[in-house]
């Protein structure tokens, strides 16, 4: 059984940094691609940032250079480091994974940039 949890969302002010992670479960975590959503409300769901296996990154050209993907095969847990934070990336964040042609989500984590 898939699982996948996230953790380090919050309240942040603007120009202020998180970092999120998303500990998986019940797959071969080292061969498996990973990925970082999010939905604000009332938008649809968006691609934040994804890392593959052999650790290539692509992110979303709003949030690139401010936003770092990577992973720790060691411990299942892919992260999202995240700087220079704007209201405009207040939303859920969700990680994301594929196993067996299914796609798995994590119950997602908010984040708030606000003064």
């Known amino acids: 059984q898939v699982q996948l949890v996230e953790s380090g969302g919050g309240l942040v002010q603007p120009g202020g940094s998180l970092r999120l992670s998303c500990a998986a479960s019940?797959?071969?975590?080292?061969?498996?691609?990973m990925a970082w959503y999010r939905q604000a409300p009332g938008k649809q769901r968006e691609l934040v940032a994804a890392?593959?296996?052999?650790?290539?990154?692509n992110y979303a050209s709003s949030v690139k250079g401010r936003f770092t993907i990577s992973r720790d095969n060691a411990k299942n847990t892919v992260y999202l480091q995240m700087n220079s934070l704007k209201p405009e990336d207040t939303a859920v964040y969700y990680c994301?994974?594929?196993?067996?042609?299914?796609?798995?989500w994590g119950q997602g984590t908010q984040v708030t940039v606000s003064s």
């Open positions: 994301k994974t594929e196993s067996g042609l299914r796609a798995y």
């Open positions: 019940g797959i071969i975590f080292s061969s498996a691609a």
């Open positions: 890392i593959t296996s052999g650790g290539r990154t």
